[in-house]
């Protein structure tokens, strides 16, 4: 029997009508676009369009069937600005022993011989077509199935339930689909037919029309099975240390003073440092488990100053964030449930992930708006949620695109006057002087230097994205001009902190966020690298961080730093003790010192020479917590815990989130 892209409820060959299905795409509760299926006796096409702050997903797939209802050929397509299609861009037809992708023209064909047993689909899809693959998992044998070009899939059921609202019931079945030997699944909400129901739990989220109020259920019943997941995981791949542990014999970097200090032993109870000193003098207490650092390098753990909390950074994202060397990740916008949860149960030592700051995200009430519940349009509304971050242990505010003008002032006075600092995006219409003179003590991203000279006003109809606006003008902006040594100049005398994301913006990383990349990408990198060569000469405080979830980019990010020719201990104090006084924090992190908590990294290589050797990190302490890289690996789903030759970001979670 010819195997098609995904099994379908029937369709009568004789059916002479359409049939369309609606869902939206929900914005925390507020309606971002939709995804439609139209189904005919010869045809089904999926057209999955939605804002997402300045970009979204504009995505049209088109699917032919035979005469027995089997999908055996289709194409992919953009949905452009007017709403029609676009030209295709990616194609399958299903032969007789073979599936074949590509076009004719610009995207290769290529043959790829199909089993028997396979689910075939094309390269890309909709959540329509995950709802299909959970569908055709469920039924095959172990709920396991290769998949044509794309290794296997496994299909686990976690929840079957009733949902009751008065006197509607609703069946609901969350299904999470691991691919290959990954340990992070995607989930789909299915109904009592099979069908697409809800999509998991995101910041947009696809759901049937009426169903909107079961979505907290949906969320609880999700969140339960992941919080406990990730707690079953941590403890996999944490080393058990019984008594002290020691790290002997290593060459400690002091990031106090920007200095290597031969052969030192570092002691750890608990989670505190109790001593460190020379090798020959420091001796390991009876019974303690000891690492030997003889030829290896020991320093604090490091500081991920931009990173998204998601539902998978307790577990699989987490883990990606300690193989790179993160202790503490600053989290600069997500669900307040999710980050909250996160933060106090790895401090209670369940999960295996860096320590947490949060700062809350708070948005205006513009179709552009970010995602998040936190909308505000008036001062009471401001000063309310500012409060309730506070309540919430939240060190800092983060403002975002679309807040008004006016309501600067009054959230930086609220926020200062509860100790919490100020930074964001800069809100339309106004300037980075402007945003640090009201109250920022810190800039996100590196891109509003550019986008600073080219404002759009706050109402101007067409809006422009600050990101396209730097990638159209980086590559023939002065970056000597009179006005940018000005703005310097203005940020050094405010001491207002960079978190520039270069690893975002240099190579074409704008492309990412949907900024198109550059016609002459060489000059904006030659641009923003002369930047950070010239905040750092004045003095501008810099921070390090990636914009993404997994910190896959953060080493990267340094390494920007290093051909800007910064000094490389100074980027590593840049990366340990410079940020935790950022964060006032500096008393308890941001260096290997007696009463500290211990975040310590052992790596065998000189990292205080060269930024690249951070790729030999071999052990993590968090919180006392030890432990090994290669186990950490074998918790992701690497083989045999080894760590990926490929370019950074390859895994697939280095997608970056806040632009």
Same mark, same amino acid.
Request: glycine fraction near 10%.
């Given at each position: =029997?010819?195997?098609?892209?995904? !099994?379908l409820?029937?369709? /009568?060959?004789? /059916?002479?009508?359409?049939?369309?299905?609606?869902w939206?795409?929900?914005?925390?509760?507020?309606?971002?676009?939709? $995804?439609?299926?139209?189904?005919? !006796?010869d045809?089904?096409v999926? %057209?999955?369009?939605?804002?997402?702050?300045?970009?979204?997903?504009r995505?049209?797939?088109?699917?032919?069937? @035979?005469?027995?209802?089997?999908?055996?050929r289709?194409?992919?397509?953009?949905?452009?600005?007017?709403?029609?299609?676009?030209?295709?861009?990616d194609?399958?037809?299903?032969?007789?022993?073979?599936v074949?992708?590509?076009?004719? @023209?610009?995207?290769?064909?290529?043959?790829?011989?199909?089993s028997?047993?396979a689910?075939?689909?094309?390269?890309?899809?909709?959540?329509?077509?995950?709802?299909?693959?959970?569908?055709?998992?469920?039924?095959?044998?172990?709920?396991?199935?290769?998949?044509?070009?794309?290794g296997?899939?496994?299909?686990?059921?976690?929840?079957?339930?009733?949902?009751?609202d008065?006197?509607? %019931?609703?069946?609901?079945?969350? #299904?999470?689909?691991?691919?290959?030997?990954?340990?992070m699944?995607?989930?789909t909400?299915?109904?009592?037919?099979?069908?697409?129901?809800?999509?998991?739990?995101?910041?947009?989220i696809v759901?049937r029309?009426?169903?909107e109020?079961?979505? !907290?259920?949906?969320? /609880?019943?999700?969140?339960?099975?992941?919080?406990?997941?990730?707690?079953? $995981?941590?403890?996999?791949?944490?080393?058990k240390?019984?008594?002290?542990?020691v790290?002997? @014999?290593?060459?400690l970097?002091?990031?106090?003073?920007?200095?290597m #200090?031969?052969?030192?032993?570092?002691?750890?109870?608990?989670d505190?440092?109790?001593?460190?000193g020379?090798?020959?003098?420091?001796?390991a207490?009876?019974?303690?488990?000891v690492?030997?650092?003889?030829? +290896?390098?020991? =320093? !604090?753990g490091?500081?991920?100053?931009?990173?998204?909390?998601?539902?998978?950074?307790?577990?699989?994202?987490g883990?990606?964030?300690?193989?790179?060397?993160?202790t503490?990740?600053?989290?600069?916008?997500?669900?307040?449930?999710?980050?909250v949860?996160?933060r106090?149960?790895?401090?209670?030592?369940?999960?295996?992930?860096?320590?947490m700051?949060?700062a809350?995200?708070?948005?205006?009430?513009?179709?552009?708006?970010?995602?998040?519940?936190?909308?505000?349009?008036?001062?009471?509304?401001?000063?309310?949620?500012?409060?309730r971050?506070?309540?919430?242990?939240?060190?800092?505010?983060?403002?975002?695109? #679309?807040?008004?003008?006016?309501?600067?002032?009054?959230?930086?006075?609220?926020?200062?006057?509860?100790?919490?600092?100020?930074?964001?995006?800069?809100?339309?219409?106004?300037?980075?002087?402007?945003a640090?003179?009201l109250g920022?003590?810190?800039?996100?991203? /590196?891109?509003?230097?550019?986008?600073?000279?080219?404002p759009?006003? $706050?109402?101007l109809?067409?809006?422009r994205?600050?990101?396209?606006?730097?990638?159209?003008?980086?590559?023939?902006?002065?970056?000597?001009?009179?006005?940018m040594?000005?703005?310097?100049?203005?940020?050094a005398?405010? *001491?207002?902190? &960079?978190?520039?994301?270069?690893?975002?913006?240099?190579?074409?990383?704008?492309s990412?966020?949907?900024?198109?990349?550059s @016609?002459n990408?060489?000059?904006?990198?030659?641009?923003?690298?002369?930047l950070?060569?010239r905040?750092?000469?004045?003095?501008?405080?810099?921070?390090?961080?990636?914009?993404?979830?997994?910190?896959?980019?953060?080493?990267?990010?340094?390494?920007?730093?290093? +051909?800007?020719? &910064?000094?490389?201990?100074? &980027?590593?104090?840049?990366?340990t003790?410079?940020?935790?006084?950022?964060? +006032?924090?500096? *008393?308890?992190?941001?260096?290997?010192?007696?009463?500290?908590?211990?975040?310590?990294?052992v #790596?065998?290589?000189?990292?205080?020479?060269h930024?690249s050797?951070?790729?030999?990190?071999?052990?993590?302490?968090?919180?006392?917590?030890?432990?090994?890289?290669?186990?950490?690996?074998?918790?992701?789903?690497t083989?045999n815990?080894?760590?990926?030759?490929?370019?950074?970001?390859?895994?697939?979670?280095?997608?970056?989130?806040?632009?």
């Amino acid at each position: =029997m010819l195997l098609h892209l995904f !099994p379908l409820v029937a369709l /009568a060959a004789s /059916a002479i009508t359409t049939d369309t299905t609606r869902w939206i795409v929900s914005n925390h509760g507020r309606e971002a676009g939709d $995804l439609v299926v139209v189904r005919s !006796p010869d045809s089904v096409v999926v %057209r999955w369009v939605f804002t997402d702050r300045n970009r979204g997903t504009r995505l049209e797939m088109r699917y032919g069937l @035979n005469a027995k209802g089997e999908l055996v050929r289709g194409e992919q397509r953009p949905v452009l600005a007017d709403g029609t299609s676009g030209a295709p861009t990616d194609a399958y037809e299903v032969g007789t022993d073979s599936v074949w992708y590509g076009l004719t @023209n610009s995207v290769p064909r290529v043959a790829v011989k199909r089993s028997p047993a396979a689910y075939v689909s094309a390269r890309g899809g909709t959540p329509w077509e995950q709802a299909s693959l959970a569908r055709f998992l469920l039924v095959q044998p172990s709920r396991t199935a290769s998949v044509l070009g794309a290794g296997t899939a496994r299909a686990e059921l976690i929840a079957d339930t009733t949902l009751r609202d008065g006197k509607r %019931r609703q069946r609901a079945r969350l #299904v999470m689909v691991y691919r290959g030997a990954s340990t992070m699944p995607t989930g789909t909400w299915l109904d009592e037919k099979g069908e697409l129901l809800a999509t998991d739990v995101q910041w947009f989220i696809v759901v049937r029309p009426g169903v909107e109020p079961f979505l !907290p259920a949906l969320r /609880a019943i999700e969140l339960k099975w992941r919080n406990a997941a990730a707690e079953e $995981l941590a403890k996999k791949v944490v080393t058990k240390v019984d008594g002290a542990l020691v790290i002997q @014999n290593g060459d400690l970097f002091d990031s106090e003073r920007g200095v290597m #200090v031969p052969r030192q032993t570092v002691v750890v109870q608990g989670d505190r440092i109790v001593a460190v000193g020379a090798a020959a003098s420091t001796p390991a207490p009876a019974g303690a488990t000891v690492i030997d650092a003889t030829g +290896k390098t020991i =320093m !604090p753990g490091m500081w991920e100053m931009h990173t998204h909390l998601q539902v998978s950074n307790q577990s699989t994202l987490g883990l990606m964030q300690l193989t790179q060397g993160l202790t503490t990740a600053r989290d600069l916008a997500s669900d307040i449930d999710v980050a909250v949860s996160q933060r106090d149960r790895e401090r209670a030592g369940k999960l295996a992930t860096p320590r947490m700051i949060l700062a809350g995200f708070m948005e205006g009430p513009l179709k552009w708006a970010g995602p998040t519940e936190v909308v505000v349009s008036t001062e009471a509304q401001a000063r309310a949620w500012v409060a309730r971050y506070d309540s919430l242990g939240y060190k800092q505010i983060k403002l975002y695109n #679309v807040t008004h003008p006016d309501l600067v002032p009054v959230i930086a006075a609220e926020a200062h006057k509860r100790g919490m600092r100020l930074s964001g995006h800069i809100p339309r219409g106004m300037s980075m002087q402007a945003a640090v003179g009201l109250g920022y003590d810190e800039v996100q991203h /590196a891109a509003f230097f550019f986008s600073n000279f080219f404002p759009d006003s $706050l109402y101007l109809p067409q809006m422009r994205a600050y990101s396209q606006v730097a990638t159209a003008v980086a590559p023939t902006f002065d970056v000597n001009s009179p006005g940018m040594s000005s703005l310097i100049d203005f940020l050094a005398a405010h *001491k207002t902190v &960079i978190d520039g994301t270069f690893n975002l913006w240099i190579g074409g990383g704008a492309s990412v966020v949907g900024a198109g990349g550059s @016609n002459n990408q060489e000059r904006a990198d030659s641009a923003y690298m002369l930047l950070i060569r010239r905040l750092y000469a004045a003095g501008v405080p810099l921070v390090a961080g990636t914009d993404n979830s997994a910190g896959v980019t953060y080493r990267r990010e340094l390494e920007m730093y290093e +051909k800007a020719n &910064i000094p490389v201990p100074k &980027i590593l104090q840049i990366a340990t003790i410079d940020a935790a006084r950022v964060m +006032k924090e500096e *008393k308890d992190y941001g260096s290997v010192t007696v009463g500290k908590v211990a975040d310590i990294l052992v #790596v065998g290589g000189k990292p205080a020479e060269h930024v690249s050797d951070l790729q030999k990190i071999e052990a993590v302490i968090r919180g006392g917590r030890y432990y090994r890289i290669s186990d950490l690996l074998l918790g992701i789903g690497t083989r045999n815990g080894v760590r990926s030759t490929g370019a950074e970001g390859d895994d697939g979670c280095g997608a970056h989130l806040d632009p």
